[in-house]
């Protein structure tokens, strides 16, 4: 459910969703690892070192803001707590994206 949430709110902002993501849940943490997410656009635009920052910028912020302005609906239901903040950084010649949820109270066996 978690990650059907994560791969959701992906979608909806970048057009494709991660392919596999893989998430842990420890003490007050979600570690959400995201695996197959550029687009074929992102994929041509990343040809070159300059346009590989510009499509790891324009992720890391988007996805940030998004989350700092409304948290997905049904992400803190599900885990019983508060989202207080979202760390997120993507690798582009990996296709591979990383994104740690921080909860206001424990949420470890809470999937």
Same mark, same amino acid.
Do not use: C, W
């Given at each position: 459910?978690?990650?059907?949430?994560?791969?959701?709110?992906?979608?909806?902002?970048?057009?494709?969703?991660? @392919?596999?993501?893989?998430?842990?849940?420890?003490? /007050?943490?979600?570690?959400?690892?995201? /695996?197959? /997410?550029?687009?074929?656009? @992102?994929?041509?635009?990343?040809? /070159?070192?300059?346009?590989?920052?510009?499509?790891? @910028?324009?992720?890391?912020?988007?996805?940030?803001?998004?989350?700092?302005?409304?948290?997905?609906?049904?992400?803190? @239901?599900?885990?019983?707590?508060?989202?207080?903040?979202?760390?997120? !950084?993507?690798?582009?010649?990996? !296709?591979?994206?990383?994104?740690?949820?921080?909860?206001? !109270?424990?949420?470890?066996?809470?999937?």
């Amino acid at each position: 459910m978690f990650n059907d949430i994560v791969r959701r709110v992906r979608k909806d902002y970048f057009g494709k969703g991660p @392919e596999r993501i893989h998430t842990v849940f420890v003490d /007050n943490m979600a570690i959400s690892i995201l /695996n197959g /997410n550029l687009t074929p656009m @992102e994929k041509f635009i990343s040809h /070159n070192p300059e346009g590989a920052e510009m499509v790891r @910028e324009a992720r890391t912020k988007l996805i940030q803001d998004v989350y700092a302005e409304h948290v997905p609906d049904g992400l803190e @239901e599900l885990v019983g707590s508060q989202l207080v903040h979202l760390f997120s !950084d993507f690798k582009v010649e990996h !296709d591979m994206g990383v994104s740690v949820f921080i909860f206001k !109270d424990t949420i470890a066996g809470k999937e």
